[in-house]
T-cell receptor
């Protein structure tokens, strides 16, 4: 069965610093991978998705992620954090259990310090 | 285009009661999925509907059910509520264009069971 593991339930960075949120996947077939962001009292918003077209995926708000099959990773990065990036981030995978049945990681809460 | 709407946004029920939550997808979207989000279990897939038929189902008891109408609007029902059903219920809609369709999430319905 497919799954994703997000390392670090809380990450704190200074404004302007690099953001790195880690996600490792486990899947018996090439996965489709997603990063979503959730702001307080809101639903989930898609940041980016990997669908095997390109290993480096660029998303909204300056975020990007690189699919590394050898490391079974799909880490999310942003060169320079902004206060508005403070939110909870979820990595998700789909493929085995149904085309739209997303399996989510446990989430990483990002704090941005001024 | 209007986003995914969910009603009501907040709901308080007591144990043993039943509840119905509603979701209106983005215009033109025919697939609707439901997820439960709790602090302990995180985000979990409940079920997916397409063309009024349940196409995928997660690992939830039969007390959780849903349906989809001809206009793609969907409802989910939880019978005999338990305290553990307190959660944020998220609905997501997507176009039927392939396995990597983006799921667009609504703001959720916050259910509190007393």
């Amino acid at each position: 069965a497919q799954s994703v593991t997000q390392l670090g339930s809380h990450v704190s960075v200074s404004e302007g610093a690099l953001v790195l949120l880690r996600c490792n996947y486990s899947s018996s077939v090439p996965p489709y991978l997603f990063w979503y962001v959730q702001y307080p009292n809101q639903g989930l918003q898609l940041l980016l998705k990997y669908t095997s077209a390109a290993t480096l995926v660029k998303g909204i708000n300056g975020f990007e992620a690189e699919f590394k099959k050898s490391e079974t990773s799909f880490h999310l990065t942003k060169p320079s954090a902004h206060m508005s990036d403070a939110a909870e981030y979820f990595c998700a995978v789909t493929r085995d259990t149904g085309r739209r049945a997303l399996t989510f990681g446990s989430g990483t809460r990002l704090q941005v310090q001024p | 285009k209007a986003g995914v709407t969910q009603t009501p946004r907040y709901l308080i029920k007591t144990r043993g009661q039943q509840v119905t939550l509603s979701c209106s997808p983005i215009s033109g979207h025919r697939s609707v999925s439901w997820y439960q989000q709790t602090p302990g279990q995180g985000l979990q897939f409940l079920f997916e509907y397409f063309s009024e038929t349940q196409r995928n189902k997660g690992n939830f008891p039969g007390r959780f059910s849903g349906r989809q109408f001809s206009n793609s609007r969907s409802e989910m029902n939880v019978s005999t509520l338990e305290l553990g059903d307190s959660a944020l219920y998220l609905c997501a809609s997507s176009l039927e264009q392939g396995e990597t369709d983006t799921q667009y999430f609504g703001p959720g319905t916050r259910l509190t069971v007393l």
